[in-house]
C-alpha cells in the first residue's frame, strides 16, 4: 500500500512526461537521492505522484526476472493446453503460433513496462488507467480496470489449481494395479477435493507464510528449471518412432478439429495455448 503525502494540489502534475522530466531534473540537482538501486528510484519517483511507500521489497531485480518465469510456468502450462494446437493445426501451429504470441506478449511487456516506470504505485493497473484516462471517466475506467484484475486473478488462480489436481490424479496412476489401469480411480468428487485441498494450501501460504515466500519463491525458480530439463530429456529420450523432418516440423498444417477448411480460423482459435503459458 502508499499513504498519501499531503501536498499542495497546484504542485502535483500527473502528466507521465512531466514526472519523468521532473525527476532527472531533481536527480541532477542531487534533490533525490542517486543511487541506482531499484528501490531508490522507485521510491523516489513515488515520492512525486504524492505517495509515501509503505510496502518492503525483498526481491532483487534477478528475483524479479525468475518470478516471471516461474509464474509462466511453461511445463505446466503447456501440458494442460498442448492437446488444442495440436489438434487445431499441428506442428506448424505450435511453432508459430508460439512466435506470433511472443511478439503480442513482448509489446504489452514493453508498454505496461513504461507505464509502470512512471505510476510505480501498488494499485498498479487501476491506477495507471485512472491516471491515463480523461478525468471525467477516471472512476469507470479504474473501476472497470481494477474489477477485470480481480476477476482474471481469481479465475486464473482457480484453473491452475483445477490443474494441478488432474496432475496429481495423473501422477498417481503412474503406478497401476494391472496392466493398463491405474490404482487411482480419479472419479469427479475426488478430483474436486483435491482441487480444494490445494486451493486451501495456497490461501494458507499466501495468508500466514508471507515471510516465507521468497524462500519459496527461489525454490520454484529451481523447481521450474528441473521440469523443463526433465521434459527434454523425457521426450528426447522415448522418441522411439524416429523424428519428422525439419519441413514437416516446421510447414506441416493438419486440423483434427472437423474444420477441414476453415485452416486459418482454426489457427486463431488456438492461440489460448501460449496466452495461457
Given at each position: 500500500?502508499?499513504?498519501?503525502?499531503?501536498?499542495?494540489?497546484?504542485?502535483?502534475?500527473?502528466?507521465?512526461?512531466?514526472?519523468?522530466s521532473r525527476y532527472r531534473e531533481d536527480l541532477c540537482?542531487?534533490?533525490?537521492?542517486?543511487?541506482?538501486?531499484?528501490?531508490?528510484?522507485?521510491?523516489?519517483?513515488?515520492?512525486?505522484?504524492?505517495?509515501?511507500?509503505?510496502?518492503?521489497?525483498?526481491?532483487?531485480?534477478?528475483?524479479?526476472?525468475?518470478?516471471?518465469?516461474?509464474?509462466?510456468?511453461?511445463?505446466?502450462?503447456?501440458?494442460?493446453?498442448?492437446?488444442?494446437?495440436?489438434?487445431?493445426?499441428?506442428?506448424?501451429?505450435?511453432?508459430?503460433?508460439?512466435?506470433?504470441?511472443?511478439?503480442?506478449?513482448?509489446?504489452?511487456?514493453?508498454?505496461?513496462?513504461?507505464?509502470?516506470?512512471?505510476?510505480?504505485?501498488?494499485?498498479?493497473?487501476?491506477?495507471?488507467?485512472?491516471?491515463?484516462?480523461?478525468?471525467?471517466?477516471?472512476?469507470?475506467?479504474?473501476?472497470?480496470?481494477?474489477?477485470?484484475?480481480?476477476?482474471?486473478?481469481?479465475?486464473?488462480?482457480?484453473?491452475?489449481?483445477?490443474?494441478?489436481?488432474q496432475f496429481f490424479g495423473a501422477c498417481i496412476n503412474?503406478?497401476?494395479?494391472?496392466?493398463?489401469?491405474?490404482?487411482?480411480?480419479?472419479?469427479?468428487?475426488?478430483?474436486?477435493?483435491?482441487?480444494?485441498?490445494?486451493?486451501?494450501?495456497?490461501?494458507?501460504?499466501?495468508?500466514?507464510?508471507?515471510?516465507?515466500?521468497?524462500?519459496?519463491?527461489?525454490?520454484?525458480?529451481?523447481?521450474?528449471?528441473?521440469?523443463?530439463?526433465?521434459?527434454?530429456?523425457?521426450?528426447?529420450?522415448?522418441?522411439?518412432?524416429?523424428?519428422?523432418?525439419?519441413?514437416?516440423?516446421?510447414t506441416h498444417f493438419e486440423t483434427q478439429s472437423g474444420?477441414?477448411?476453415?485452416?486459418?480460423?482454426?489457427?486463431?482459435?488456438?492461440?489460448?495455448?501460449?496466452?495461457?503459458?
Amino acid at each position: 500500500m502508499s499513504q498519501i503525502i499531503p501536498q499542495d494540489p497546484g504542485t502535483l502534475d500527473y502528466s507521465p512526461v512531466k514526472a519523468k522530466s521532473r525527476y532527472r531534473e531533481d536527480l541532477c540537482n542531487n534533490r533525490v537521492s542517486g543511487d541506482v538501486s531499484g528501490e531508490t528510484l522507485a521510491d523516489d519517483l513515488l515520492g512525486h505522484l504524492g505517495y509515501d511507500p509503505q510496502l518492503k521489497r525483498n526481491r532483487s531485480t534477478a528475483h524479479v526476472a525468475f518470478m516471471a518465469f516461474v509464474l509462466a510456468a511453461n511445463p505446466y502450462g503447456l501440458a494442460t493446453t498442448l492437446n488444442y494446437p495440436l489438434v487445431g493445426g499441428g506442428p506448424v501451429n505450435i511453432i508459430w503460433g508460439w512466435l506470433l504470441v511472443a511478439l503480442i506478449v513482448i509489446c504489452v511487456a514493453a508498454s505496461l513496462g513504461e507505464i509502470t516506470s512512471v505510476y510505480p504505485t501498488a494499485g498498479g493497473v487501476y491506477y495507471q488507467a485512472a491516471m491515463l484516462t480523461p478525468p471525467k471517466y477516471r472512476a469507470l475506467a479504474s473501476w472497470i480496470c481494477g474489477w477485470l484484475f480481480v476477476v482474471g486473478n481469481m479465475s486464473i488462480t482457480l484453473s491452475v489449481n483445477f490443474g494441478t489436481a488432474q496432475f496429481f490424479g495423473a501422477c498417481i496412476n503412474v503406478f497401476e494395479s494391472e496392466s493398463g489401469k491405474g490404482v487411482f480411480p480419479g472419479e469427479t468428487y475426488q478430483v474436486f477435493l483435491i482441487f480444494v485441498a490445494i486451493t486451501l494450501l495456497c490461501n494458507a501460504v499466501s495468508s500466514f507464510g508471507n515471510r516465507w515466500l521468497p524462500w519459496i519463491d527461489t525454490a520454484a525458480i529451481f523447481w521450474t528449471f528441473a521440469g523443463v530439463f526433465a521434459i527434454t530429456i523425457a521426450v528426447l529420450a522415448v522418441a522411439k518412432n524416429g523424428r519428422h523432418s525439419a519441413a514437416y516440423v516446421f510447414t506441416h498444417f493438419e486440423t483434427q478439429s472437423g474444420w477441414p477448411h476453415a485452416c486459418w480460423l482454426c489457427y486463431i482459435v488456438n492461440r489460448h495455448d501460449y496466452i495461457y503459458v
